[in-house]
C-alpha cells in the first residue's frame, strides 16, 4: 500500500522475506531485499534515488513501481516530562496517535495499531472514539520510522533513543494479526531496526485465537490488559471476557509463554479506578488468580478524560492495593503518569476517527441523557 494513494508497492512495510519474493519476481538478486531494508530503516531514506550502492538501472526500475512513504505527521508536541506525542494522518482523513516516553536507561515508543478499537473498554477514551479500520504494515512501522528520524540522524552512530515498543497505542493489536506480526518482525529485524524480542511488547485485551496463533510466529514479549480479577466485573470493564473468559485467557497466554525458547513472564496490566476494581478484595481475588501464570502487574492509575464517569483512585489506596500484591510475592509497579499534559498517558490516545461504528455518538447520547459509567459499562 502507499499512503499517498499511489499505486506503486511502498517498501516501508515489507519484510525481508517480503522484498525477497519481491525482488525475485523482478529477475533480481535475493539479497537486495537487506540492502532495501537497509536504506529504509536504518538510514531513513525516504527516496530510491538515494540508495547509491543499488545501480542506476535497478534504481530507475524501482522508481516506476515503487515507492518509500511513511504517514504525514499533522502535530507533534512535547510534554514538560519529555513524553513527546504525534497525531499522524492516514489515508481517508482519520488519525492516529504514537507517544514516545523517555525513560533513565531506556525510551519507550507506544505504538497504535487500529485507526480507534472495536473492543470499548469502558474506561478506555480511545475506545469511545468507535473504529474505523485497521492500519497497515506500511503505517505501523511508519510510526517507528519517523519517532526514530525525529530523534536521531539514522545511519549514525550514537545513543538510540528508541530502545523499546510496545504495541499498546490505540486499537487491539491481535484483531489486526498479520499487519501487527509483518511490522513487528521489522522491529526485531537485525538489518532493519534491530531491536530485541524482550524490548517489542505486544498488548492484549485477550483475543485467544489469535494468542495461540502468535506461537512460531513471533517471540515478542506479551502483555494483558486484565484490569479486573473476576469475570463478572471484567464483563463490565473489557467487554470481551464475555466470549473470552479470565481462566481461559490466562491458559492461552501461558502456553504461548511456554513455547518460547527462554524463560519470560506475562505483563499484566490492571488499571486502577477509585471504587470499582481497587478495594482489598479485588487485590486478594487478583492474588490467587495469577497463580497459575509466571507473571509481573504493571497497576495503572486511571487516567481521567471527558465524561468518563470515572476516577482515579487515592495514593494510598495505590499503595494499598499494591502493597497486598507485594506481600504475596509478585513483582509490583505503577505506571507513573506521563504526558497527561499533552493528553499522551494510558488510555488517553483518541487520535481523530471517522467512527464507521456509531459507537462514538452513543457514547454523547448516554452522557447527555445522564447514563452513569456503570450502567454504560453494563448495557453495552
Known sequence: MSLSGDERVNLMGMTVSQLEDFFVQMGEKKYRAVQVVKWIHQR???????????????????AG????????????????????????????????????????????LCVSSQIGCSLDCSFCSTGKQGFNRDLTAV?????????????????????RRVTNVVMMGMGEPLL???????????????????LS???????????VPAIEQMHGVTDACLALSLHAPNDELRNQLVPINRKYGIEKTLQACKAYLDQLADKRVATIEYTLIDGINDELQHAQEL????RQIPCKINLIPFNPFPNSGYRRPSNNRIHRF????????????????????????????????????KRNQRFIDAVQLGVSAAERAHTR
Open 176 to 194: 489486526n494479526f498479520d499487519n501487527v506480526i509483518a511490522a513487528m518482525n521489522l522491529m526485531m529485524e537485525d538489518n532493519a531496526y534491530g
Open 139 to 159: 503505517e505501523i512501522i511508519g510510526q517507528v520510522w519517523l519517532a526514530v528520524k525525529s530523534f536521531d540522524q539514522p545511519g549514525q552512530k550514537r545513543e
Open 65 to 108: 513501481i515503487a515507492v518509500i512513504n511513511a504517514p504525514e505527521v499533522t502535530y507533534q508536541k512535547d510534554s514538560k516530562d519529555g513524553t513527546r506525542k504525534w497525531i499522524m494522518k492516514m489515508p481517508g482523513g482519520s488519525s492516529v496517535e504514537t507517544v514516545f516516553i523517555p525513560e533513565e536507561g531506556r525510551g519507550t
Open 44 to 62: 531513513g531514506v525516504s527516496s530510491i534515488e538515494e540508495m547509491t550502492d543499488i545501480s542506476r538501472s535497478l534504481r530507475d526500475k524501482l
Open 322 to 357: 499494591r502493597e497486598t500484591l507485594q506481600q504475596a510475592g509478585y513483582n509490583v509497579t505503577v505506571r507513573k503518569t506521563r504526558g497527561d499534559d499533552i493528553d499522551a498517558a494510558c488510555g488517553q490516545l483518541v487520535g481523530r476517527v471517522q467512527d464507521l461504528t
Open 287 to 290: 492474588v490467587q488468580v495469577l
Open 197 to 207: 524480542k524482550r524490548r517489542v511488547t505486544l498488548s492484549t485485551s485477550g483475543v
